[in-house]
């Protein structure tokens, strides 16, 4: 029979008593929880500003697809995101200037808040679920915001059992969690040091008949 010794005992217990945590708020600064050991979730709860959701809206309207991925260096702690050509078919519409801003302070602010030197960027048009089963991200930390439509759904820890993620008929229909359209939301996955088996458990929400959504999701890549 294997036995453990005292310390690994220690830790395992630690590990098997750990309940991660969820932050919400409603001051951008609620966003800097998510480096807290114990947090797995923080979400901005923003009041989108009107010319921007107008922008997302009449984006949405026009009907046409969508998805764009940029690899952005932020090669220095000042420098403004390079988001030329983001979106640019777009570019006519009133609102345009608002949301590329809005993109970039978030862009900004992620890349400060985790030193990050290299940002993943992808907005897309959504008309479906991308991953429309639970799971939980092997990355060190994503930002997602829907700038129009329904946001993501997660799961609180225990909810379900992670033996069994991406088994539809193991999903708990009545523990679902959902972030608001225009919050600002920081999952933190499986590669965060020290967070393994602890990644936030979400998936794609399944818009209704004709409804799509607009997406920003931005990954820490170094």
């Known amino acids: 029979m ?11 217990a630690k ?17 800097t929880k998510i480096l807290h050991d114990d947090a797995n979730l923080a979400v901005w709860q923003r009041q989108l500003p009107v ?13 046409e697809p969508l998805a764009e991925a940029l690899s952005l260096e932020m090669l220095t702690e000042d420098a403004e ?10 570019s006519d ?6 949301f590329i801003t809005d993109v970039s302070w978030l862009v900004s602010a992620f ?16 008309d479906k679920a991308m991953c429309p089963r639970f799971h939980v ?28 993620l991406g088994n539809p008929e193991a999903e708990p229909p009545s523990s679902i969690q959902q972030i608001n359209s225009g919050d600002v939301a920081l999952l933190k996955g499986e590669k965060w040091h020290g967070n393994e088996g602890f990644g936030l458990i979400h998936r794609s ?11 920003l999701t931005l990954d820490w890549l170094s």
């Not at 390079?82 to 777009?90: D, T, V």
């Not at 890349?111 to 959504?126: M, P, Q, T, Y």
């Not at 929400?205 to 997406?215: D, T, Y």
Request: aromatic residues 4%; hydrophobic residues 40%; positive net charge.
């Open 2 to 12: 294997l036995t453990l010794n005292p310390v690994a005992a220690g830790l395992l």
């Open 15 to 31: 590990a098997s008593a750990r309940t991660p945590r969820q932050h919400h708020g409603a001051n951008p600064k609620v966003l």
């Open 51 to 63: 010319h921007i959701a107008d922008f997302a809206s009449l984006l949405l309207s026009m009907n």
């Open 81 to 90: 995101p390079n988001l030329r050509g983001l979106a640019s078919s777009f």
């Open 93 to 98: 519409l009133e609102g345009y200037e608002g």
């Open 111 to 126: 890349a400060c808040l985790l030193d990050a030197k290299r940002v993943g960027l992808r907005l897309r048009v959504l």
């Open 137 to 164: 991200d092997h990355v060190p930390v994503r930002l997602i915001t829907t700038y129009v439509g329904i946001g993501s759904e997660w799961l609180k820890e225990g909810a379900m059992d992670r033996r069994q």
């Open 205 to 215: 929400p399944q818009p209704a008949p004709g409804e799509r959504r607009l997406i």
